[in-house]
């Protein structure tokens, strides 16, 4: 009799990946690839697992890099492709025989429609209309959160930065489309034929599913994002916001992390629970775990709309939530506080976090009532004469139920785009939409709350 398997059993596709695995070198103890209801695969604990025990490790001939492709390949395209390019250009017009090496693996890979279905940038341009130039904003509905379309339902932002500074974590789609489209370009130039949906594709799966990658003693490249490499069966580990509290004691801090494409600034508080040390990449619990628990790795500090924007979910709770107030501040300041908000670097990147707004967006809320004089010496440090909490707090809860308002006008605009029986075939993408517009009210709701 054929013998039961566990409701989490991942199918024949991903044992036959497991083995293949394990007779390349990869390591597993004690962890096995498994399907999580909405999560698609994940890593399951098949025994108990101690804090800091070793679950994971794969050997550097096993991972795709770049040193992986043929330089006969490689050097057809241009100079500045990015790695990220690159490596997805490979997967799609790679020699058959240069890629058979990887078929198991890449059999293990969600579907086309998984990414369709869930990531923003491959939606119909009704639902991710977005401030990237040449964009058609004639979409009744700006359907994706502000952070990441760089758009708002209830006011229109545009021409109210009067000065460049670094917006990260704001306009996220179009900076996404932005490396999407740069690569195509790249790539188009030396494979005119090549098939958007497949090259897209493959794109997205180095999207959600590479690592950071250095050598180590090799300086990081200019562009962050050219230090990535995939790395077979640890791309099975699911996302969740773990605590990274201890700052690393680790002299080589930059070289012992690891991450879904993290940003440097945010090393220095990660803990060494995973390391490259230049022939291994290794994986250590960050604390224990019963038998039948899904394991979790930290792909970094992000916020929903980050999660959203960049690997297609995001968390129900999320220790790094954060909204941005820029624009709506911005639009209330003027011309004058602004060019102080920007001579004592203070200007934008104003969030609110479950914990309420930063320190940024109360200096920018003092510089609204406070004398230009009172308002210098309190950001210098030299006095408080003339800061009144409760004017501040006025100011902050202003703009918090202006981004409250614009969850509200942009949720009923979805229930009506839901309710029309035209939107049926996306009905997932707008409930994902709902889903998050409704978080955001929540936080907002919650901290003009707290604040009052
Ligand atoms: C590195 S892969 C992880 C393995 C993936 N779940 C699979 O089925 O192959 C990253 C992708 O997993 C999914 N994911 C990761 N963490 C998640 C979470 N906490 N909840 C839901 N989906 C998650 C997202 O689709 C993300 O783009």
């Given at each position: ?20 695995a ?29 804090k ?11 991972m795709?890099t ?20 690159l ?7 790679g ?153 690393v ?8 992390f ?18 490259f040390?230049?022939?291994?990449y ?11 628990e ?52 203070y ?15 109360e ?52 229930e ?37």
């Amino acid at each position: 009799m054929a013998q039961e398997q566990p409701n989490w059993w991942p199918g024949e596709a991903h044992e036959k990946f497991t083995k293949w695995a394990i007779s390349q070198g990869v390591e597993a103890s004690g962890v096995s690839p498994a399907r999580f209801h909405g999560r698609g695969l994940g890593m399951i604990a098949t025994r108990g697992i101690e804090k800091g025990e070793l679950i994971l490790s794969v050997p550097l001939q096993v991972m795709l890099t770049t040193d992986s492709i043929p330089l006969s390949f490689a050097t057809r395209f241009a100079d500045d492709i990015s790695v990220h390019g690159l490596l997805a250009a490979f997967l799609t017009h790679g020699e058959p025989k240069d890629l058979e090496k990887y078929d198991l693996w890449r059999l293990s890979w969600p579907m086309h429609q998984e990414f369709k279905d869930s990531m923003p940038i491959l939606w119909p341009q009704s639902l991710r209309t977005s401030n990237t130039k040449n964009n058609d904003i004639s979409s009744p509905t700006i359907c994706l959160p502000p952070s990441i379309s760089g758009l708002w339902n209830s006011f229109q932002n545009g021409a109210q930065f009067q000065y460049e500074y670094d917006r990260d974590h704001q306009d996220l789609l179009p900076k996404q489309e932005k490396r999407l489209l740069d690569a195509w370009d790249r790539v188009l130039a030396v494979f005119p034929d090549t098939d958007w949906d497949t090259y897209s594709y493959y794109w997205l799966i180095v999207n959600t599913r590479s690592f950071y990658y250095l050598m180590p003693g090799i300086q990081p490249p200019e562009d962050r994002n050219d230090a990535m490499a995939l790395v077979p069966f640890a791309d099975y580990f699911n996302h969740s916001d773990v605590a990274v509290s201890e700052p690393v004691s680790c002299h080589l801090w930059k070289e012992c992390f690891w991450s879904f494409r993290i940003s440097f600034d945010i090393l220095r508080y990660i803990k060494c629970d995973v390391n490259f040390d230049g022939t291994r990449y290794t994986f250590r619990a960050t604390k224990s775990y019963d038998k039948g628990e899904e394991i979790y790795m930290s792909y970094g500090p992000h916020s929903n709309d980050f999660l959203f924007t960049e690997y297609g979910f995001f968390l129900d709770e999320n220790d790094y939530e954060s909204l941005y107030l820029d624009d709506i501040v911005f639009r209330d300041l003027n011309a004058s506080q602004k060019e102080e908000l920007n001579l004592q670097q203070y200007y934008g990147n104003y969030q609110l976090t479950a914990s309420g707004a930063c320190y940024r967006t109360e200096i920018a809320a003092c510089i609204k009532y406070m004398t230009r004089r009172n308002w210098r010496n309190y950001v210098l440090g030299h006095s408080t004469k003339g800061v009144d909490a409760r004017k501040t707090e006025s100011v902050i809860r202003g703009w918090v139920k202006t981004y409250s308002n614009e969850a509200k006008t942009t949720i009923t605009a979805l229930e009506a785009l839901r309710s029309n029986e035209e939107n049926v075939p996306f009905s997932s993408n707008i409930d994902m939409l709902l889903k998050r517009w409704k978080q955001i009210e929540w936080l907002c709701n919650n901290t003009a709350e707290a604040i009052s």
